[in-house]
């Protein structure tokens, strides 16, 4: 019974950061290029750049940028589930093999 708890231990916690790792990566690129938009001769490059991150988000959420970043996410956390499943019966496979 312990061991099936640490893996849905480890699952959940796997779930979560795989979740939350893509939205601090783009919310850390778009507040970069924010701040790097205040710097002169730099701001039409800063904003191009983030116009394209906004349309790429969009694209994913059906014209909603934050439906888009919610999709990636849920992908990104389902992956990350998987693979975390995977590991855990390969684990399984080779303690019952030694």
Do not use: E, H
Request: aromatic share 14%; glycine share 8%.
């Amino acid at each position: 019974m312990t061991i099936f708890t640490n893996f849905l231990r480890s699952l959940l916690l796997t779930i979560i950061f795989s979740f939350v790792a893509p939205l601090f990566l783009v919310g850390v690129c778009l507040f970069s290029l924010s701040l790097i938009g205040n710097i002169p001769g730099i701001q039409d490059v800063s904003s191009a750049i983030a116009t394209s991150i906004i349309r790429f988000l969009a694209t994913f959420g059906s014209g909603t940028p934050l439906r888009g970043i919610f999709v990636i996410c849920l992908t990104c956390s389902f992956v990350g589930a998987l693979f975390d499943t995977y590991v855990y019966y390969r684990c399984q496979i080779l303690r019952s093999d030694s």
